[in-house]
């Protein structure tokens, strides 16, 4: 019997021709410049979202809005003094007769806020020309961090404990403070006037600086920190300051 040739299986030539098909499409796999393209591409859209976060970040869109603070508020604040034996008091107490100007520290061991403090304690000399006093509130004591900010600050410091002057929302900045170009200018500011400082304490809620009239004459300036740093304009201040009207004893009306 004559002998048969092998028979090949049904379709296995194009089988065999797909599989080179398929090895020359995926030989590109193998060429250094795809990945080269793609590693740049990867570093490309990193580089677009990183830039895209730092402009966001820069803007206002997404910082806290405060919300003002109403005088019967304020008025009603515990305050403490720092002394062995602390006396508890309400916050009108300190502008009730003769107004005040109130900084509410985001944290005294931070050189920004010694900065800020050094600067409003430069209009000490004509708030007392004024009859305007100077005070300030910080959220907690500790150590001697109170006693290291005083140098700093030249007026009569009181506790907050319930947070009530960084109210009546509490705004915080946390690590997008890092990223923002305003906070840089302000620590270059205040690196180069030669302040310095610690991390003791809590620093992310915002603090802020109020001028309040006498009496019921109610809140003339209200300033609100939107980032580490930001601090009140010194001639804004004494703006306000003197729109005050001092209380007039009932013994001195006419």
Known sequence: ?????ACTPCGSESLVSRG??????MSFLQDPSFFAMGMW????GALGAAALALLLANTDMFLSKPRQAALEYLEDIDLKTLEKEPR???AKELWEKNGAVIMAVRRPGCFLCRAEAADLSSLKPKLDELGVPLYAVVKEQ???EVKDFQPYFKGEIFLDEKKKFYGPERRKMMFMGLIRLGVWYNSFRAWNGGFSG???GEGFILG???VIGSGKQGILLEHREKEFGDRVNPLSVLEAVKKIKP????????
């Open 1 to 5: 019997m004559p002998a048969h040739p």
């Open 20 to 25: 080179v098909d398929t090895a020359d499409d």
């Open 41 to 44: 591409s990867i570093g490309a």
């Open 88 to 90: 508890t008091f309400k």
């Open 142 to 144: 500790i150590g001697g």
């Open 198 to 200: 610690n991390l003791e």
């Open 208 to 210: 802020g600086v109020f």
């Open 247 to 254: 209380q007039i004893p009932a013994s001195g009306k006419s």
